[in-house]
C-alpha cells in the first residue's frame, strides 16, 4: 500500500455517508413504504438499534487489527490465505457485479423521470468512466471530494425538503399505532439494507491513519444517514399518501416536480438530479475502488490502479446485460441485489472477521 | 502543466453553461421568443377520442394563443400539437389549470390523471376543474378576451374560490392521492355564463363554480349542491371564508364566518361498536355589513345572529354528511378522520366501516362567535346614545352648580 495515500477515519465516514446516500434516496421511500406502508415513516428510527450494533459489533471485531490492515487482509489473515482469497474473488465479482447494477440503475432513474426517449448505454458508460478516472486514484482524493460535497448535499436535501413541507399533510401519515411494529419493522429491512453496506468500505480500512487515543466513532454519521431516511420517507409519505406513493418508482422525484417556493421557484428537480449524479458517482467510485483494492491484496500487485479499468469494464458488461428493459431490472432491484447484499454485509462479513477473532488473528 | 490541464478541464465546462446557443451543449437551451408557456389545458371528449387545447402566452406582449387537436388519446393529441405550426415549441411544465369536459369526466378521469402523472414534464399540482352544461375549449374560449386572457380569467378563480366559500380547485396530486387512498375523490366543477360585458375587450363568457363532482376513477358518483360544497369544505378544512346573510329583526346582516378547524369524534357502544359521530365546528362571525337598523349592542340581538349562522352551517354540513351516506360512498373521509382520532377502537369495531356507514347517526354541534363589528358602531338613534353621553351630563351638572 502507498504509504502517501492514508486518510483520516474521520474522512473514511464521510466517504461511507455520502456513498449510501445514493442507494438511500434512489429506494426510499418507494420499497420502504412497500413493505412498511403507512407506518413507513418510523421505520429509519427502528433501524438505528439494529445498524448501531452492527457497527459496534464490526468495530469491536477489528479492534485490535494493526494499522494497514483492511478487511481482505484480515480475512486472509483468519481464514488463511487460500480461504482468504476465495472470500476476497467472490466478494470482488460480487462487487463488480454490483457496481454494474448501480450504474444501470442510475441510468434507469434518469431515463424514467427526465430523459423519458433515451437508451440506458450512454448514461452507464459515462458515469463508469468518470467513475473510473476517480477510482484509479488516490483514496484520499475521492474522501476530501466526499468531504467537500456533504456540505452541499445536505443544504440541499434540506432545503428541498422543507419547501415540500407545506404540501405534507397529517391525513397522510396517521395513525401509526403499536400494532403497527410488524409494518414498522419490515419498512426497516430496505433501509437496514443500505446502512449495512458500510461493511464494504472496511475494505479500504487499511488506509485510514490511526489517532492514538481517538477511536473511531460512526454513529453521529449513522444518525445523521437515517435521518436523512426519515426525512425523505417522512415527506414524500406525508404529501402523497401511502397508495399513491406506493405505484410511483421514484415517488421523492414526483414530490420535487411539485415543489414552489413563494410562488417564485418552480421546477426544482435538476438540483435532485444532480444529487443523484454526484451521490452515484461517489458510491460507484468507491465500489471500484475497493474491488481494485481487494484484487491487490489477492494478487499481491503493488499497484491498485492496474485493477481499475478491468473492473469498471466488467461493471459495464453486467450492466448492459444484467436486463433487457426496465422490467427485468426490476425483478432485480426489487428482491434479489437487496437480499444478497444483505447477507454479505450483515452475516459473510462480519462470520469472517468472528473466525479471525475466534482464531486470535487480529 | 499540472495547473494548465485542470484550468483547460474548466474553461470546457463553460460550454455546460446554456448561456449561448452557438457555443453550448446544453441541450435544453431555448430562446425566450421561441417558446410558448402553457398556462390552461383542456381535454373533451370527441372524434376519435379526445380533443386537447392548449392556451398559452408567448412574446413580449404576452399574447394569449390557443391551439387545438384531436387524437385517441391525451398523448396521440398532444404529439399531434407539437407538429401544428406553432412556430413556437409548446412548454407544459408549468401550466396552471387543466379543464376536462364533463362527458369525458364521467368515464375517463382515471386516463387523464395517468397523463398527467407519467409525462414528467407536467406538475401533479396542477390544478384540476369539470366544466359543466359545454365543453372545456367553448368555456375556455368565451372566457378570452382582447385584455382578459382566460388563464387570467381561471387563475383568479383558482386563488379565490376558497376566499368565497363555493369551492376549492384540488390538484392532480390531491385528486390521485384521495382516489389511492379512499377510491373516491372531490373536484371542482365550473360552468361558462353569458353576462354583460363590464368593458369591451372582455371575453363573451364567465366561469361561475358549480360545485364539487365526486368521482371514481372511471366514473361521476354525483354533482354536491352548494350547500352540499359548502359542508364539505367545512368538514374538510378546505374552508377560508364566506359571507352569510343572516335576518334578525328588521334587519339583513351579511356576516363574515371564519372557521376554527372542526373536531370529529367517535361514539362508541359498550361492546365496541361505533354508536355516532359527533361533530363539533367552532365559528367566529364579523358584520360586513347591515341591511335595515338593529342594535347588535344587545346581547338577545348577537345571540339571534349565531343562532342563524350556525343554523345555516349546521345545515350545509349536515346535508354534505347525508348526501354521502345517501349515496354510500364516503367523500368526506370521515373513516379516515375517526381512526386517526381512534386508530385502536376504530380497529376493533365489528362491522364493516361500508355496511356501518350508510346509516350511522351524525351529531352536528355549531359553536358561532360573534366576534366584531370592524369599525363601525350603531347609529345613535339604534343605540340610544346621546351626544356627549354621560360626561357631558356630569360636566354640564359641574358648571351649572
Same mark, same amino acid.
Given at each position: 500500500?502507498e504509504?502517501?495515500?492514508?486518510?483520516?477515519?474521520?474522512?473514511?465516514?464521510?466517504?461511507?455517508?455520502?456513498?449510501?446516500?445514493?442507494?438511500?434516496?434512489?429506494i426510499?421511500?418507494?420499497?420502504? #413504504?412497500?413493505?412498511?406502508?403507512?407506518?413507513?415513516?418510523?421505520?429509519?428510527?427502528?433501524?438505528?438499534?439494529?445498524?448501531?450494533?452492527?457497527?459496534?459489533?464490526?468495530?469491536?471485531?477489528?479492534?485490535?487489527?494493526?494499522?494497514?490492515?483492511?478487511?481482505?487482509?484480515?480475512?486472509?489473515?483468519?481464514?488463511?490465505?487460500?480461504?482468504?482469497?476465495?472470500?476476497?474473488?467472490?466478494?470482488?465479482?460480487?462487487?463488480?457485479?454490483?457496481?454494474?447494477?448501480?450504474?444501470?440503475?442510475?441510468?434507469?432513474?434518469?431515463?424514467?423521470? #427526465?430523459?423519458?426517449?433515451?437508451?440506458?448505454?450512454?448514461?452507464?458508460?459515462?458515469?463508469?468512466?468518470?467513475?473510473?478516472?476517480?477510482?484509479?486514484?488516490?483514496?484520499?482524493?475521492?474522501?476530501?471530494?466526499?468531504?467537500?460535497?456533504?456540505?452541499?448535499?445536505?443544504?440541499?436535501?434540506?432545503?428541498?425538503?422543507?419547501?415540500?413541507?407545506?404540501?405534507?399533510?397529517?391525513?397522510?401519515?396517521?395513525?401509526?399505532?403499536?400494532?403497527?411494529?410488524?409494518?414498522?419493522?419490515?419498512?426497516?429491512?430496505?433501509?437496514?439494507?443500505?446502512?449495512?453496506?458500510?461493511?464494504?468500505?472496511?475494505?479500504?480500512?487499511?488506509?485510514?491513519?490511526?489517532?492514538?487515543?481517538?477511536?473511531?466513532?460512526?454513529?453521529?454519521?449513522?444518525?445523521?444517514?437515517?435521518?436523512?431516511?426519515?426525512?425523505?420517507?417522512?415527506?414524500?409519505?406525508?404529501?402523497?399518501?401511502?397508495?399513491?406513493?406506493?405505484?410511483?418508482?421514484?415517488?421523492?422525484?414526483?414530490?420535487?416536480?411539485?415543489?414552489?417556493?413563494?410562488?417564485?421557484?418552480?421546477r426544482?428537480?435538476? #438540483?435532485?438530479?444532480?444529487?443523484?449524479? #454526484?451521490?452515484?458517482?461517489?458510491?460507484?467510485?468507491?465500489?471500484?475502488?475497493?474491488?481494485?483494492?481487494?484484487?491487490?491484496?489477492?494478487?499481491?500487485?503493488?499497484?491498485?490502479?492496474?485493477?481499475?479499468?478491468?473492473?469498471?469494464?466488467?461493471?459495464?458488461?453486467?450492466?448492459?446485460?444484467?436486463?433487457?428493459?426496465?422490467?427485468?431490472?426490476?425483478?432485480?432491484?426489487?428482491?434479489?441485489?437487496?437480499?444478497?447484499?444483505?447477507?454479505?454485509?450483515?452475516?459473510?462479513?462480519?462470520?469472517v472477521?468472528?473466525?479471525?477473532?475466534?482464531?486470535?488473528?487480529? | 502543466?499540472?495547473?494548465?490541464?485542470?484550468?483547460?478541464?474548466l474553461?470546457l465546462?463553460?460550454?455546460?453553461?446554456?448561456?449561448?446557443?452557438?457555443?453550448?451543449i446544453?441541450?435544453?437551451?431555448?430562446?425566450?421568443?421561441?417558446?410558448?408557456?402553457?398556462?390552461?389545458?383542456?381535454?373533451?371528449?370527441?372524434?376519435?377520442?379526445?380533443?386537447?387545447?392548449?392556451?398559452?402566452?408567448?412574446?413580449?406582449?404576452?399574447?394569449a394563443?390557443?391551439?387545438?387537436k384531436?387524437?385517441?388519446?391525451?398523448?396521440?393529441?398532444?404529439?399531434?400539437?407539437?407538429?401544428?405550426?406553432?412556430?413556437?415549441?409548446?412548454?407544459?411544465?408549468?401550466?396552471?389549470?387543466?379543464?376536462?369536459?364533463?362527458?369525458?369526466?364521467?368515464?375517463?378521469?382515471?386516463e387523464?390523471?395517468?397523463?398527467?402523472?407519467?409525462?414528467?414534464?407536467?406538475?401533479?399540482?396542477? %390544478?384540476?376543474?369539470?366544466?359543466?352544461?359545454?365543453?372545456?375549449?367553448?368555456?375556455?374560449?368565451?372566457?378570452?378576451?382582447?385584455?382578459?386572457?382566460?388563464?387570467?380569467v381561471?387563475?383568479?378563480?383558482?386563488?379565490?374560490i376558497?376566499?368565497?366559500?363555493?369551492?376549492?380547485?384540488?390538484?392532480?396530486?390531491?385528486?390521485?392521492?384521495?382516489?389511492?387512498?379512499?377510491?373516491?375523490?372531490?373536484?371542482?366543477?365550473?360552468? %361558462?355564463?353569458?353576462?354583460e360585458?363590464?368593458?369591451?375587450?372582455?371575453?363573451?363568457?364567465?366561469?361561475e363554480?358549480?360545485?364539487?363532482?365526486?368521482?371514481?376513477?372511471?366514473?361521476?358518483?354525483?354533482?354536491?349542491?352548494?350547500?352540499?360544497?359548502?359542508?364539505?369544505?367545512?368538514?374538510?378544512?378546505?374552508?377560508?371564508?364566506?359571507n352569510?346573510?343572516?335576518?334578525?329583526?328588521?334587519?339583513?346582516?351579511?356576516?363574515?364566518?371564519?372557521?376554527?378547524?372542526?373536531e370529529?369524534?367517535?361514539?362508541?357502544a359498550?361492546?365496541?361498536?361505533?354508536?355516532?359521530?359527533d361533530?363539533?365546528?367552532?365559528?367566529?362571525?364579523?358584520?360586513?355589513?347591515?341591511?335595515?337598523?338593529?342594535?347588535?349592542?344587545?346581547?338577545?340581538?348577537?345571540?339571534?345572529?349565531?343562532?342563524?349562522?350556525?343554523?345555516?352551517?349546521?345545515?350545509?354540513?349536515?346535508?354534505?354528511?347525508?348526501?354521502?351516506?345517501?349515496?354510500?360512498?364516503?367523500?368526506?373521509?370521515?373513516?379516515?378522520?375517526?381512526?386517526?382520532?381512534?386508530?385502536?377502537?376504530?380497529?376493533?369495531?365489528?362491522?364493516?366501516?361500508?355496511?356501518?356507514?350508510?346509516?350511522?347517526?351524525?351529531?352536528?354541534?355549531?359553536?358561532?362567535?360573534?366576534?366584531?363589528?370592524?369599525?363601525?358602531?350603531d347609529?345613535?338613534?339604534?343605540?340610544?346614545?346621546?351626544?356627549?353621553?354621560?360626561?357631558?351630563?356630569?360636566?354640564?351638572?359641574?358648571?351649572?352648580?
Amino acid at each position: 500500500m502507498e504509504k502517501t495515500d492514508r486518510i483520516t477515519d474521520r474522512q473514511l465516514t464521510v466517504l461511507i455517508f455520502v456513498s449510501l446516500l445514493s442507494p438511500m434516496i434512489r429506494i426510499l421511500p418507494t420499497s420502504a #413504504v412497500t413493505l412498511g406502508g403507512r407506518a413507513a415513516w418510523v421505520s429509519p428510527l427502528a433501524v438505528f438499534p439494529v445498524s448501531a450494533l452492527l457497527t459496534a459489533g464490526l468495530r469491536a471485531l477489528l479492534k485490535n487489527a494493526p494499522e494497514g490492515v483492511g478487511l481482505q487482509d484480515a480475512a486472509m489473515l483468519g481464514l488463511g490465505p487460500v480461504g482468504g482469497r476465495i472470500f476476497g474473488v467472490v466478494s470482488a465479482l460480487w462487487l463488480t457485479f454490483y457496481g454494474g447494477f448501480l450504474a444501470r440503475s442510475a441510468a434507469e432513474r434518469l431515463l424514467s423521470t #427526465v430523459y423519458p426517449n433515451g437508451n440506458p448505454p450512454i448514461f452507464v458508460v459515462v458515469t463508469l468512466l468518470a467513475a473510473l478516472v476517480t477510482a484509479s486514484g488516490l483514496t484520499k482524493t475521492l474522501s476530501r471530494t466526499a468531504e467537500v460535497l456533504m456540505p452541499i448535499l445536505l443544504a440541499v436535501i434540506a432545503a428541498v425538503l422543507l419547501s415540500a413541507a407545506p404540501d405534507v399533510t397529517g391525513e397522510n401519515l396517521l395513525p401509526v399505532t403499536y400494532r403497527n411494529w410488524e409494518d414498522i419493522l419490515c419498512g426497516a429491512v430496505p433501509i437496514f439494507d443500505v446502512t449495512a453496506a458500510f461493511a464494504y468500505f472496511l475494505f479500504l480500512r487499511g488506509h485510514v491513519a490511526r489517532t492514538p487515543g481517538k477511536r473511531p466513532n460512526r454513529f453521529p454519521w449513522l444518525t445523521l444517514l437515517l435521518l436523512v431516511a426519515f426525512a425523505v420517507t417522512f415527506f414524500t409519505l406525508g404529501t402523497l399518501g401511502v397508495n399513491l406513493a406506493i405505484t410511483m418508482e421514484n415517488a421523492f422525484f414526483m414530490v420535487i416536480r411539485n415543489i414552489k417556493v413563494f410562488g417564485v421557484i418552480e421546477r426544482a428537480e435538476a #438540483v435532485v438530479v444532480a444529487i443523484w449524479i #454526484v451521490t452515484d458517482f461517489i458510491f460507484l467510485s468507491a465500489i471500484l475502488m475497493i474491488v481494485s483494492e481487494i484484487w491487490r491484496t489477492v494478487t499481491g500487485v503493488r499497484r491498485r490502479a492496474f485493477f481499475t479499468a478491468p473492473s469498471a469494464t466488467l461493471s459495464g458488461m453486467s450492466a448492459f446485460l444484467i436486463a433487457r428493459d426496465a422490467f427485468e431490472f426490476m425483478k432485480w432491484s426489487d428482491f434479489l441485489v437487496p437480499a444478497i447484499n444483505l447477507g454479505i454485509t450483515a452475516v459473510i462479513i462480519p462470520a469472517v472477521l468472528a473466525v479471525g477473532k475466534i482464531r486470535k488473528k487480529y | 502543466m499540472r495547473k494548465r490541464v485542470p484550468a483547460l478541464g474548466l474553461a470546457l465546462c463553460l460550454l455546460l453553461s446554456g448561456c449561448s446557443r452557438g457555443l453550448t451543449i446544453f441541450s435544453n437551451y431555448r430562446r425566450l421568443e421561441s417558446i410558448e408557456l402553457v398556462r390552461t389545458v383542456t381535454v373533451d371528449t370527441a372524434e376519435p377520442g379526445v380533443s386537447v387545447a392548449i392556451y398559452g402566452t408567448a412574446g413580449e406582449k404576452q399574447e394569449a394563443r390557443m391551439y387545438e387537436k384531436e387524437g385517441t388519446s391525451i398523448g396521440i393529441a398532444m404529439n399531434e400539437l407539437t407538429l401544428m405550426p406553432l412556430g413556437r415549441e409548446a412548454i407544459l411544465s408549468h401550466t396552471e389549470n387543466m379543464l376536462i369536459g364533463s362527458d369525458l369526466a364521467e368515464d375517463r378521469l382515471d386516463e387523464v390523471l395517468d397523463y398527467v402523472e407519467r409525462f414528467s414534464e407536467m406538475r401533479l399540482d396542477t %390544478g384540476l376543474l369539470v366544466v359543466l352544461d359545454s365543453t372545456a375549449r367553448e368555456l375556455v374560449s368565451g372566457l378570452a378576451g382582447e385584455e382578459t386572457p382566460a388563464s387570467d380569467v381561471i387563475a383568479g378563480l383558482s386563488e379565490n374560490i376558497d376566499r368565497v366559500g363555493k369551492g376549492y380547485i384540488f390538484s392532480c396530486r390531491e385528486i390521485v392521492s384521495s382516489l389511492a387512498q379512499n377510491g373516491v375523490a372531490l373536484v371542482q366543477c365550473v360552468r %361558462g355564463v353569458k353576462e354583460e360585458k363590464l368593458f369591451e375587450k372582455r371575453g363573451e363568457m364567465n366561469i361561475e363554480p358549480a360545485g364539487f363532482a365526486v368521482m371514481r376513477p372511471d366514473t361521476v358518483v354525483g354533482y354536491l349542491t352548494e350547500e352540499e360544497t359548502l359542508g364539505s369544505m367545512l368538514l374538510l378544512g378546505r374552508y377560508r371564508s364566506r359571507n352569510l346573510d343572516v335576518p334578525v329583526e328588521n334587519a339583513v346582516l351579511t356576516m363574515s364566518v371564519d372557521l376554527v378547524t372542526p373536531e370529529v369524534k367517535p361514539v362508541f357502544a359498550h361492546d365496541g361498536s361505533l354508536e355516532k359521530v359527533d361533530i363539533r365546528l367552532k365559528l367566529s362571525s364579523n358584520l360586513v355589513s347591515m341591511e335595515g337598523l338593529v342594535d347588535i349592542r344587545r346581547e338577545d340581538v348577537r345571540e339571534k345572529v349565531e343562532e342563524g349562522l350556525s343554523g345555516i352551517v349546521e345545515s350545509a354540513v349536515s346535508a354534505a354528511v347525508r348526501r354521502g351516506q345517501e349515496m354510500g360512498v364516503d367523500f368526506l373521509d370521515l373513516r379516515g378522520i375517526l381512526s386517526r382520532r381512534e386508530p385502536i377502537k376504530m380497529e376493533d369495531i365489528p362491522e364493516k366501516w361500508e355496511d356501518v356507514f350508510p346509516a350511522l347517526p351524525v351529531e352536528i354541534r355549531v359553536e358561532s362567535v360573534f366576534s366584531r363589528t370592524y369599525d363601525i358602531i350603531d347609529p345613535p338613534e339604534i343605540s340610544g346614545r346621546e351626544e356627549g353621553g354621560p360626561w357631558k351630563k356630569l360636566i354640564g351638572s359641574l358648571t351649572d352648580n
